[in-house]
């Protein structure tokens, strides 16, 4: 017959398998004999038969788990040694519920390092993961190999002898290697991830370069409203290796991607490319895949493609000035890179190069570097809101210096491109044609001919072909302007702008940015939200970035509290994430280069896309410093479950490789022979790690039951209590290890013997 077992508070005290008191999810039921789990919102659940066992085996079953990962899997760790410990879980809607639990003076007292605001214990499992985590981080960020960390548990133990975390630390240079992988690398995608889903649109940035080991990499990056630090981000997002790249494969192995991980393509607002034939078939391929993504979850908004403003502005000009070089015979490109090959191939006259620029510019220290003919600078900050009208002054300043000013009067924007300068009555004489005075100067020792061809190659033309003054979005985005918002056509283009974003706005939300706009155009905003306070005597007008400053805009609210602009924030948000160039790509394969040398070429797609994510990660959470990256209980969970997550892809993989090797017809022995090899060599990996798991918790038995007789010698309670813990913790763990290496020798030697059958 059951037995009738109540309700004991006791049980709250208790520790689950986390190590944690169980009163953050444990409640007493409706009944005397049930009780509750907060995080899994179930019914009242019965203790009748079991007590505390039931307890124990609903805070064991994955649901739970999984249930309490979501709740409290994201909250940063910190160190702290206070005798009280509180336990906080952050909701949906931002609350923070608070459980707190004293510890008086008869009771045990337990050092331990808890979250911020004390929210949970960090046990010495977790302190040892954590320092691992940080130097896995930190190889990725300063791009060590991983053979750097060889011999490094020996080094810390050695540098630190008195620290068990140092003793028990074991990152060496294999288990590096997956940490990264399919820990950090893991863990700072999926955040990524979380944070584009929240955004309400995004523009996805690529480029293919040839990397190490002759691989086409295809680099992919995010630029979109970052909920989690409120501006516009762009982020790395994946890396892949491709030996073809036309544009059926790139553009299929971007929509597979995005799906994998759940990214809603119809969220896309644009492309960011440049301007290679391939690239603009692969925006024609993404392109009809969205809309068709749109038409089957629209019935009721017009359906539109993707936002296209043309390729990386940039890269415009840098062709333009590229072709302006070579259409002349200055050859001036190869005569400043041969100045630099002559000094630089020699330590003496590097010497005398810098004694010499020493004599006229007291500031020059360093041998020059080596001059590149097209690579500007690009600032990440949104500037789409700036780039129609910076196209239009840097067309209008050139055509200022040869064609006559009377044509160029009041034209500006697209009216540029209609001026017939390529006729002869259009141009300023050669007297007349600014050149620089400098340059003035020095063609006056050419002969006539000289003279006439120099005057002939400055007329090149290049830039009118290819810059976006005829697109009419572009030229409507310069209303995001702070200064721009009392002009009366602001409202026309912020009304042109939400009728032309795809898949955004209903028709009655239109309507709302039209009624927004108005409240926000008689707003009385602070000039400080848009223009720094700067005490220079210069007269230097510095702005803030744009982002900033509709960040502030989007803060404000109505008199009863509520949001000023609703619709407009979720506009403007889509409109500041529009990409205005290509260089944050250009930027990341530099790093890539950093992080993948030749003497790292073996490195696989997996490997790079973990040391790429993790640098990202850091440079996101941290500012590119690894100690203010927040070390979060999920970061931990993942860099702890990194081992086995590596064995099921390699599991995956081999799974692929000997169904693609029966595809093409290799023998079916052959294949399971080399399962057989692969899955024996796990194993006796695993037994290793059993085996160094199986020394440290015996490590731990002896110190605990050391501690244990010294603290009974000495009658120091605190002290037992303590002792206690490390001695039931190191007990449960010799058990559980002893299980699970008599399973790993029984899989071996049933493997070995059906290996030795196969021989027979």
Request: glycine content about 4%.
């Amino acid at each position: 017959m059951p037995r009738k077992t109540d309700f004991c508070s006791k049980w709250l005290l208790k520790f689950d398998n986390t190590g944690r008191v169980c009163s953050r999810w444990l409640a007493k039921g409706k009944t005397s004999s049930s009780f509750r789990c907060i995080v899994c919102n179930t019914d009242d659940l019965s203790c009748a038969n079991g007590g505390w066992r039931d307890v124990k085996k609903h805070f064991d079953r994955p649901k739970h788990i999984q249930c309490m990962k979501d709740v409290f899997g994201s909250i940063p760790l910190v160190a702290s040694s206070h005798p009280s410990s509180s336990f906080s879980s952050n909701t949906n809607d931002g609350s923070v519920c608070t459980t707190t639990s004293s510890t008086s003076v008869n009771e045990t007292r337990i050092p331990f390092v808890s979250i911020q605001n004390d929210q949970r214990s960090l046990t010495h499992e977790d302190k040892v993961t954590r320092a691992e985590c940080i130097w896995a981080m930190a190889t990725s960020q300063l791009g060590f190999s991983y053979n750097s960390s060889q011999f490094l548990p020996e080094v810390f133990r050695f540098m630190f002898p008195d620290s068990q975390i140092a003793t028990d630390y074991s990152l060496r240079s294999r288990k590096i290697s997956y940490v990264i992988s399919h820990g950090t690398g893991y863990y700072f995608t999926n955040e990524l991830i979380k944070d584009v889903r929240k955004a309400h649109g995004f523009t996805l940035i690529f480029d293919e370069t040839t990397i190490a080991g002759v691989r086409k990499q295809l680099d992919i990056f995010f630029r979109y409203w970052s909920e989690t630090k409120n501006c516009v981000c762009v982020r790395f997002y994946k890396s892949i290796m491709l030996g073809h790249a036309t544009a059926d494969i790139v553009s299929r192995s971007i929509i597979d991607s995005l799906k994998s991980d759940g990214v809603d393509i119809t969220k896309m607002l644009m492309l960011g490319r440049d301007n290679p034939n391939v690239n603009k078939a692969i925006e024609d391929i993404l392109n009809k895949e969205v809309i068709a993504e749109r038409k089957k979850k629209s019935s009721s908004m017009p359906v539109l493609g993707l936002i296209s403003i043309g390729s990386c502005p940039l890269h415009v000009i840098h062709g333009s000035f590229r072709k302006g070089f070579k259409s002349t015979v200055w050859f001036i490109d190869e005569s400043i890179n041969d100045i630099w090959f002559w000094f630089s191939r020699s330590s003496a006259r590097r010497e005398d190069f810098i004694s010499a620029a020493n004599s006229i510019n007291e500031t020059y220290s360093r041998f020059l570097a080596r001059f590149v003919v097209t690579r500007w600078i690009e600032q990440e900050q949104p500037l789409v809101h700036l780039l129609y009208g910076e196209c239009c002054n840097l067309l209008l300043n050139i055509m200022l210096s040869f064609v006559k000013e009377e044509l160029l009067k009041d034209k500006e924007g697209s009216d540029l491109l209609s001026i017939p300068f390529v006729l002869q009555n259009s141009q300023k004489n050669n007297v007349n044609i600014d050149i620089g005075e400098t340059t003035r100067t020095y063609i006056k020792d050419l002969s006539v001919s000289e003279k006439t061809n120099f005057f002939q190659d400055i007329r090149q033309k290049e830039l009118t072909k290819s810059l976006p003054l005829k697109n009419d979005f572009l030229r409507h985005l310069q209303c995001l302007q702070p200064l721009a918002r009392k002009e009366e056509s602001s409202r026309t283009s912020i009304m042109y702008l939400s009728r032309h974003v795809p898949h955004l706005l209903t028709n009655e939300e239109v309507d709302r940015v039209g009624a927004e706009w108005r409240v926000y155009q008689m707003a009385d905003i602070p000039e400080e939200w848009f223009r720094k306070i700067t005490v220079s005597s210069d007269n230097i007008i510095e702005y803030l970035p744009i982002d900033k400053y509709w960040y502030q805009i989007f803060s404000t609210t109505t008199s009863i509290g509520t949001p000023q602009y609703v619709v407009l924030t979720k506009l403007v948000k889509c409109l500041l994430s529009l990409s205005h160039g290509n260089s944050d790509v250009e930027r990341g394969f530099s790093e890539n280069n950093h992080l993948v040398s030749d003497d790292r070429s073996s490195l696989n797609e997996v490997s790079i896309n973990g040391l790429r994510a993790t640098k990202a990660g850091v440079k996101f959470f941290g500012g590119g410093k690894v100690h203010i990256v927040p070390t979060t209980s999920t970061l931990l969970s993942n860099v702890k479950e990194a081992y086995s997550r590596y064995t099921k892809d390699n599991e995956q993989q081999q799974k692929l490789i000997k169904s693609t090797d029966v595809g093409n017809g290799k023998r079916g022995p052959d294949t399971e022979h080399e399962l057989l090899e692969e899955k024996e060599t796990q194993l006796i990996n695993e037994q290793k790690n059993l085996q160094e798991e199986l020394t440290k918790a015996t490590n731990m038995l002896h110190e605990g039951t050391t501690r244990l007789a010294a603290a009974m010698k000495n009658k120091t309670f605190d002290d037992i209590g303590t002792a206690e813990v490390l001695v039931t913790a190191a007990n449960g763990k010799l058990a559980a290890l002893k299980t699970q290496l008599i399973e790993n020798n029984e899989n071996l030697n049933r493997l070995r013997k059906k290996q030795k059958k196969m021989n027979d």
